[in-house]
């Protein structure tokens, strides 16, 4: 009984019953939520925050009001989310955005046909080197088809890490595909090119970071060799040979190595912090079938992903220089397959790439934050990693 009630104790009766009665009614709360008002249109949606930072990998909620031409807010309007670039941020049904790589997204709210959006930048990773060894292998002139349908092995690793779908070389023929992946620019389309070529390159930019480099060429004549084609070996697919941050440095251009250097120093430990592998014309299926590549894949590089080095912080590319018929995007639609303990594993993007990403991807896995030529502004590939 309430206090309210003692004091009417001692009241009896009908008058009595009817007091305590009243007062107790009168007493009670009932508390009942507002009923919306669905009168009024949505005439704006106010996203907050308006912008926001995220590193890849992590979150950021968004809340969404729904508003009348007065500004007023409005309750219990239905509100969806959409990314305008899935790649780089996702929002779920509530309007909490996930960083997935760096880049920049918007992320709209929309409610009875009006919008309001917010501005998310996504941050790599930060921390330094995220691995500690870093390898490249190029193949040779195949459409991204065919490498799909007749390289078994290499589409294993796909299968097993990840795999870029919609990746493009950028010119024909061949070298100017792999001066993109030294130095962000093309350089040149002379297969016979021989100039020494002193623009930034990748091998300046981790020599400045204080990490180590050696380019691994199948049938290479002899370490230092910076000259022209020697049987299976073509200088074209080693522009290491070309740059001046080699040629000119005696100590550097002992870096330019044969391939059978390649299993010493995996038996030894003492690879270097980047590994440019080089098959020779048959095997990176330049004059060879592409069976035999896959076959040179598995038996030279299979050992190399198996190694206890490499399950601790490696990071592997394979991919091709240029397709074979193909002129999409300067250089045609190519596989590129990346392999690693921190990929996410069966991982398919579908985002536009070219070679100048995969520089800077290279540069960036070591903890390099300088990007030669157009990997500066190149898309980020650091969503096929686990954060």
């Not at 990314?83 to 509530?94: D, E, F, M, P, Y």
């Not at 501005?119 to 799909?148: P, R, W």
């Not at 206890?308 to 074979?324: K, M, N, R, V, Y």
Request: some cysteine; hydrophobic content about 40%; charged content about 15%.
């Amino acid at each position: 009984m309430s206090l309210t009630q003692q004091r009417f104790r001692g009241v009896t009766g009908l008058a009595g019953a009817t007091i305590v009665a009243t007062i107790a009614l009168a007493s009670c709360r009932v508390t009942e939520s507002p009923i919306p008002d669905l009168t009024r249109p949505v005439a704006a949606v106010d996203v907050a925050p308006p912008s926001a930072t995220v590193p890849a990998g992590q979150t950021v909620q968004l809340t969404a009001t729904p508003k009348d031409s007065s500004g007023n807010p409005l309750a219990g309007r239905a509100v969806t989310w959409a990314s305008g670039s899935t790649s780089i941020a996702t929002v779920n049904a509530s309007g909490l955005v996930t960083g997935v790589a760096a880049g920049s997204a918007t992320i709209t709210a929309t409610s009875e046909g009006k919008s309001g959006s917010a501005a998310i930048t996504v941050t790599a990773v930060s921390g330094g080197a995220a691995f500690g060894h870093v390898f490249l292998v190029t193949e040779e002139n195949t459409d991204y088809v065919d490498a799909a349908s007749s390289m078994p092995y290499l589409n294993s690793l796909a299968a097993q890490s990840g795999l870029a779908t919609e990746y493009y070389a950028v010119t024909h023929p061949s070298i100017g595909n792999y001066f993109m992946l030294a130095t962000g620019q093309i350089i040149s389309n002379n297969d016979s090119y021989s100039t020494v070529v002193t623009v930034d390159n990748m091998v300046r930019e981790l020599l400045k970071a204080g990490k180590t480099w050696k380019s691994y060429a199948e049938d290479l004549p002899s370490v230092g060799y910076t000259g022209g084609d020697q049987g299976d070996y073509a200088r074209k697919h080693n522009v290491f040979a070309l740059l001046s941050d080699v040629v000119n440095d005696a100590t550097q251009v002992k870096n330019l190595v044969p391939f059978t250097q390649f299993a010493t120093d995996l038996k030894n430990g003492t690879l270097p912090s980047f590994s440019n592998i080089v098959p020779n014309l048959c095997n990176d299926a330049h004059d060879c079938s592409l069976s035999t590549a896959d076959r040179w894949l598995s038996d030279n590089i299979g050992p190399l992903i198996s190694s206890p080095t490499f399950q601790q912080d490696g990071l592997l590319i394979i991919t091709f220089d240029e397709s074979g018929g193909d002129n999409t995007n300067g250089g045609g639609k190519v596989e590129w397959v990346v392999v690693s303990p921190k990929a996410k594993r069966g991982y398919q993007s579908a985002t536009v790439y070219k070679h100048q990403s995969t520089l800077r991807l290279m540069l960036q896995a070591l903890g390099v934050t300088v990007f030669p030529g157009a990997a500066a502004s190149a898309p980020d590939m650091s969503e096929f990693f686990t954060p």
